[in-house]
């Protein structure tokens, strides 16, 4: 469904994205940031069900500057390489690459950001640092509790798994307390990544509720409160039932609009019929009143 493209910084620095397009008008446009894993299958297959959804969305790859083009799935041996990747992070650079994905699609319409483990904690410091956005929703950003006294300048939405073991609790409670008014959901049965179906990790009631839950956000966010994006209204025609239905209701509203027809028709025709019969019949009378009179002189003479 999506293509890849190629974006620019400000410091010159080009790096690839995948960008999903909605069948279409776009309902909103929304920047989606990777794991630690790159913009792999499942990073793609968000874009592709947010644009199912009616939204364009755009992944920039901000692992370029490591290492281009970098993705990998989730074995053992490809989570512990992706990892290496945690500690060579210039977190300026991947705020500068990520307000890059930002501002090209700021010139369609409003933009909301959404990401996943690094990519959550990347989505809220995008929602306290660029004015202007619709919403963040961060899927288990491990990074948040470090930024969460900075304000967001956006509506939040925040998915953790009771059981992550990489994000305590308290954490989150902390968080809550911090930021009131950022809606936070925990779900009793997941952990960490439960939302990738790729994963071990994977909860699909929690990953499946937490979805419902984004875009819900999201229209809301950007002023679409119907879910899901509904088709241009048709019209249907008539079945062939439905044209025999009409078809003798047509036949039976027939002879009363002719009779009401004939009735109106007649009416001026009986009107002058009995205007002319009380003529006549008042030229009778004057004529017997005539005639009794010329009666009545003959007798006197």
């Known amino acids: 469904m999506g293509r890849k493209l190629t974006l620019r910084a400000a410091d010159g620095f080009q790096f690839g994205a995948y960008r999903a397009d909605p069948a279409g008008e776009p309902r909103g446009w929304v920047v989606v940031v990777q794991e630690i894993f790159g913009v792999n299958s499942h990073i793609r297959s968000v874009c592709d069900r947010l644009a199912d959804a009616g939204y364009v969305a755009?992944?920039?790859?901000?692992?370029d500057r490591l290492q281009p083009d970098f993705e990998?799935?989730?074995?053992?041996?490809?989570?512990?390489?992706a990892r290496?990747?945690?500690?060579?992070l210039d977190w300026a650079k991947v705020m500068l690459?990520?307000?890059?994905?930002?501002?090209?699609?700021?010139?369609?319409?409003?933009?909301?950001?959404?990401?996943?483990?690094?990519?959550?904690s990347v989505a809220y410091l995008a929602a306290t640092q660029v004015p202007g956005l619709a919403a963040a929703v961060c899927y288990y950003g491990g990074q948040?509790?470090?930024?969460?006294?900075k304000k967001p300048l956006a509506p939040v939405q925040m998915h953790f798994g009771a059981h992550d073991a990489h994000i305590p609790l308290s954490?989150?409670?902390?968080?809550?307390?911090?930021?009131?008014?950022?809606?936070?959901y925990v779900y009793e049965k997941a952990?960490?990544?439960?939302?990738?179906?790729?994963?071990?990790?994977?909860?699909?009631?929690?990953a499946k509720l937490a979805w419902k839950r984004s875009l819900d956000f999201l229209a809301e966010a950007f002023g679409n409160t119907a879910r899901p994006m509904e088709a241009p209204t048709v019209k249907t025609p008539a079945t062939p039932i439905a044209k025999q239905g009409?078809?003798?209701?047509?036949?039976?509203?027939?002879?009363?609009?002719a009779k009401a027809a004939k009735r109106a028709k007649a009416r001026p025709k009986k009107k002058a019929k009995a205007k002319k019969k009380a003529k006549a019949k008042k030229k009778a009378v004057k004529k017997s009143k005539r005639k009794a009179t010329k009666k009545g002189r003959k007798k006197r003479r």
């Open 58 to 63: 755009l992944a920039p790859q901000i692992f």
């Open 72 to 81: 990998c799935g989730y074995s053992p041996d490809e989570i512990a390489n």
């Open 246 to 257: 009409a078809a003798k209701r047509k036949a039976k509203a027939k002879p009363k609009k």
């Open 144 to 149: 948040i509790i470090q930024h969460i006294d």
């Open 191 to 206: 952990g960490h990544g439960f939302h990738c179906d790729e994963r071990g990790s994977y909860e699909p009631e929690s």
């Open 97 to 120: 690459d990520t307000r890059v994905a930002i501002d090209a699609l700021k010139p369609e319409g409003p933009v909301a950001v959404m990401g996943f483990c690094l990519g959550g």
């Open 171 to 184: 954490d989150i409670e902390i968080m809550r307390q911090k930021q009131p008014s950022a809606k936070i």
């Open 84 to 88: 290496e990747f945690i500690p060579k």
